[in-house]
């Protein structure tokens, strides 16, 4: 037993046999390794050489050149696939990518954030795009809509994930008609609405939708209005979900909201023509909204740095930041250099620039 009761165990050296089997392991990769390469270097793109490649990417996907090495294989087989008859050459071709899309299946389960199995998986889906017609192509980008769905349900937070969505969703309007479009870009809007009520620290989700809501409000050549009421349900969203207000994902919209009212960063958000008055207005909300919340929540810092914020973007559209103002700000600081002692240089050097 050691000191604490806790026994001490010798860490087990390995077993002559299981080094054994390691080397042999290693020894059989190199072997695959250098088979596959030189097969790829005599032009050897036959069914055997594709099923190696596959070997090697199960046992080590992080390996570019060898993803390389099966774009080729595939180029080459598509190129033959298409001098067969118009109806086979599509059937043969669609197989094709099917089944490497679902090669890649068990690899992206094992390895959701390996970049160059979602690259492979683009190409293999723009090849459907280029090489196909219309009605095939579109058919398996929407499997994939579907599928990227059944990911982000397993992994909502996947970063990967939630771009690649942005991607797929992009590429299914230009297959279709612009009233698909529309219709797509609506759907997604209640998708992000949707997965940020299963989960409101979901910042993936969170920033999902302010690409999306800029969409929307271009396809839809919305009005001032349209704008308007969209940005109070914005803001009615954002403060049910301040509720939590030490959820950092949360204010990280909040922030993004306020730039609606910023006049240097009000052209590129979702209501850019918003009256001086307006945006006193809401900003004035904002600031009262934002203070009720210390209340029982004294010891949170994003609720100072929010008043902040704010209470500087009154002073940034009236053109001057009045002394009862500048004494609140300076209060909501000492505040924050006791509870974010870690950033106690930054906060001194805001102070003198106020």
């Not at 050296?13 to 005599?42: G, N």
């Not at 596959?54 to 595939?74: A, C, G, M």
């Not at 769905?149 to 797929?168: E, I, Q």
Request: proline share 4%; charged share 30%.
């Amino acid at each position: 037993m050691g000191s604490h009761g806790v026994p001490r165990y010798k860490i087990a050296e390995k077993s002559p046999e299981a080094r054994q089997q390691e080397l042999q392991k290693i020894e059989k990769y190199r072997d695959l390794e250098r088979s596959v390469s030189e097969k790829v270097a005599e032009h050897d793109y036959t069914a055997d050489t594709l099923k190696q490649i596959s070997e090697l990417l199960t046992s080590n996907p992080e390996y570019y050149t060898i993803w390389n090495y099966r774009r080729q294989v595939l180029r080459h087989q598509f190129t033959q696939a298409g001098d067969s008859a118009e109806g086979d050459a599509v059937d043969s071709i669609t197989e094709l990518i099917k089944n490497d899309l679902l090669f890649l299946i068990p690899l992206l389960r094992s390895f959701p954030k390996c970049y160059w199995i979602w690259n492979y998986r683009l190409w293999l889906l723009d090849e459907a795009r280029r090489l196909l017609p219309l009605p095939e192509a579109r058919q398996i980008w929407q499997e994939e809509f579907a599928l990227v769905g059944k990911m982000l349900t397993l992994d909502s937070r996947n970063f990967h994930g939630w771009g690649y969505r942005r991607f797929v969703v992009e590429t299914l309007k230009q297959l279709g008609t612009a009233d698909e479009a529309t219709e797509l870009t609506q759907k997604e809007f209640e998708y992000a609405k949707k997965m940020i009520g299963a989960n409101l620290s979901n910042f993936s989700a969170w920033h999902y939708r302010t690409k999306v809501i800029q969409r929307l409000l271009d396809e839809k050549s919305a009005s001032d209005e349209e704008r308007k009421k969209l940005l109070d349900d914005e803001l009615a969203l954002i403060h049910r979900a301040l509720i939590d207000p030490y959820d950092q994902s949360v204010w990280f919209y909040h922030q993004n909201l306020m730039c609606v009212f910023d006049p240097t960063t009000a052209g590129r958000t979702m209501a850019p023509r918003l009256s001086a008055p307006d945006r006193l207005q809401y900003l004035r909300q904002e600031i009262d909204a934002i203070q009720e919340m210390i209340d029982g929540a004294e010891d949170c810092k994003y609720i100072y740095q929010a008043l902040i914020d704010c209470t500087l973007l009154v002073a940034k559209v009236q053109g001057s930041l009045p002394h009862a103002d500048r004494d609140q700000i300076l209060s909501w600081l000492s505040e924050l250099k006791r509870l974010d002692p870690l950033r106690h240089g930054r906060w001194l050097d805001f102070e003198r620039t106020l």
